[in-house]
């Protein structure tokens, strides 16, 4: 499969819950890519498409309760940033169901820079906080 993004440890924020989840978003993203650049079907690529949009969704109330957690001064900027996101990723989302199939490299190249820029500047400032505050930075054993 051709990749877009490839993890690399320097996008570690050392909390393994959130890198996991971080390599996930690199997955979907990667996914997605596959799935626009082989021309996969509309309802392959839509598949896709709607599990980043829930995984993503995910990730942003995981963290969220994390920052809440553990009284992260700048919790409501961070939010902010995490809704402004969710709400593009889902009108790129309408413009595909809405038979715009043109979004789909718009949609990756903006990801990826979000993801990138995300995880490298805005993730990194929340890191040192939560795990001074006592967040574990490895799990004891994988739950799921």
């Not at 809405?98 to 890191?127: P, S, T």
């Amino acid at each position: 499969m051709p990749k877009l993004i490839t993890w690399s440890e320097e996008f570690s924020i050392d909390i393994q819950e959130i890198d996991e989840q971080h390599k996930r978003l690199v997955e979907l993203i990667n996914q997605l890519y596959d799935a626009i650049t082989t021309k996969k079907p509309g309802e392959a690529l839509e598949k896709v498409l709607d599990d980043l949009v829930e995984y993503t969704r995910v990730h942003f109330a995981v963290e969220e309760c994390v920052l809440r957690l553990f009284d992260y001064s700048d919790y409501d900027a961070h939010k902010a940033v995490h809704d402004k996101i969710a709400a593009r990723v889902i009108e790129f989302q309408r413009q595909f169901r809405a038979g715009d199939h043109k979004v789909g490299m718009e949609l990756l190249y903006f990801l990826k820079d979000w993801l990138m820029d995300h995880i490298n500047k805005v993730d990194r400032q929340y890191a040192p906080v939560v795990l001074k505050g006592g967040v574990k930075k490895t799990w004891l054993r994988k739950f799921f």
